[in-house]
């Protein structure tokens, strides 16, 4: 039997529309959160960030860092009664030196303290029981914060080192001091230039992005960052501890700005006191300690009463009736 041969041609017509889709929405973390910051800066698997970033922030971009070794950034005190320290990224880089790096988002009291405590204990607890100074290796403390810390300067990353007063005479560079301010960057994405200013805007401007810019595609460390950060990339678990942590410093943010509110109106209730002593005083001469006192716990309303009235007072009498009538 003859083998039969069939040929199908298949032809599409020439104005068959083609769907293009959009590339996916990205989501990215945000890198001002602890979690966030050590999730890109701290991986083992992907030293090479941390290795741009310090470069970039500490040797002006310069390639001086070639590898490091993160290590745990939980210093416990080897001494009783000294703090505990915190830190979010602990490294060992090229000279033997450590880098400690903060990510700082809520101006809470005696920062800078805290900063100098961090960066001369983690100095100090290098040495062994019995070990010489000469032990010691020289340490950097980076800190990135989400407020001004210093008013005096438009520069968004400084660089102190232990000098004399007027001579500026430097003296040995064991310890040295790097600020990151984020709210003094502010520059447009299409603004941004070199590997400093790159890295500041993505810690600043990474949530929100929706893509990874095409101006970081010749970085390899900062593609890698940006995928590191795609929530996408991440488990429940990890998701879980993310959202936690971002309540978390909602919250904080909310209190300090709670507590500076009330702080102003308490500064106003205490002008407002002050002002109302001056004016009685001219009204009805000196005024007793405690009658003082009673103006003093007067609430805001009453005070503004009091405030109202007093000029209609020919004696300490006058106030004195006043007082005894609003606490009726």
């Known amino acids: 039997m003859a083998g039969i041969s069939v040929s199908i041609s298949l032809v599409l017509p020439q104005d068959l529309p083609i769907t293009i889709y959009p590339l996916p929405i990205m989501n990215f973390i945000n890198p001002k959160t602890d979690f966030g910051f050590k999730k890109i800066f701290a991986s083992p698997q992907h030293k090479e960030v941390l290795i741009s970033f310090l470069n970039a922030m500490l040797y002006n971009a310069e390639p001086t860092i070639q590898d490091l070794e993160i290590i745990d950034p939980y210093a416990a005190p080897a001494i009783t009664g000294l703090k505990d320290t915190y830190l979010d990224v602990k490294a060992k880089i090229t000279g033997n030196t450590t880098v400690i790096i903060e990510m700082q988002v809520i101006n809470v009291e005696a920062f800078t303290k805290r900063v100098i405590y961090n960066a001369a204990k983690t100095y100090a607890t290098q040495l062994k029981p019995r070990e010489g100074y000469s032990k010691l290796n020289p340490l950097i403390a980076l800190?990135?914060?989400?407020?001004?810390?210093?008013?005096?300067?438009?520069?968004?990353?400084?660089?102190?080192?232990?000098?004399?007063?007027?001579?500026n005479i430097e003296y040995y560079r064991e310890i040295e001091l790097f600020f990151l301010e984020l709210p003094k960057f502010n520059k447009r994405l299409e603004e941004v230039e070199g590997l400093i200013q790159s890295w500041t805007y993505f810690i600043k401007n990474a949530p929100e992005l929706e893509e990874i810019p095409e101006k970081?595609?010749?970085?390899?460390?900062?593609?890698?960052?940006?995928?590191?950060?795609?929530?996408?990339?991440?488990?429940?678990?990890?998701?879980?501890?993310?959202?936690?942590?971002?309540?978390?410093?909602?919250?904080?943010?909310?209190?300090?700005?709670?507590?500076?509110?009330?702080?102003?109106?308490?500064?106003?209730?205490?002008?407002?006191?002050?002002?109302?002593?001056?004016?009685?005083?001219?009204?009805?001469?000196?005024?007793?300690?405690?009658?003082?006192?009673?103006?003093?716990?007067?609430?805001?309303?009453?005070?503004?009463?009091?405030?109202?009235?007093?000029?209609?007072?020919?004696?300490?009498?006058?106030?004195?009736?006043?007082?005894?009538?609003v606490s009726a």
């Open 143 to 167: 800190t990135i914060t989400d407020f001004v810390l210093f008013e005096n300067t438009d520069k968004f990353l400084t660089h102190f080192v232990f000098k004399e007063v007027e001579e």
């Open 216 to 325: 970081f595609a010749s970085v390899p460390e900062m593609q890698t960052a940006f995928n590191i950060a795609n929530r996408s990339s991440l488990n429940l678990e990890e998701l879980q501890a993310l959202e936690k942590r971002e309540m978390f410093f909602e919250d904080q943010r909310g209190a300090v700005i709670k507590g500076m509110q009330e702080g102003r109106q308490e500064g106003k209730i205490e002008g407002q006191i002050e002002l109302i002593m001056r004016l009685l005083a001219r009204r009805t001469g000196e005024i007793s300690p405690e009658i003082q006192t009673r103006i003093q716990k007067l609430s805001a309303e009453k005070l503004e009463s009091l405030g109202e009235i007093l000029l209609d007072f020919t004696s300490q009498q006058d106030l004195i009736a006043w007082l005894e009538s």
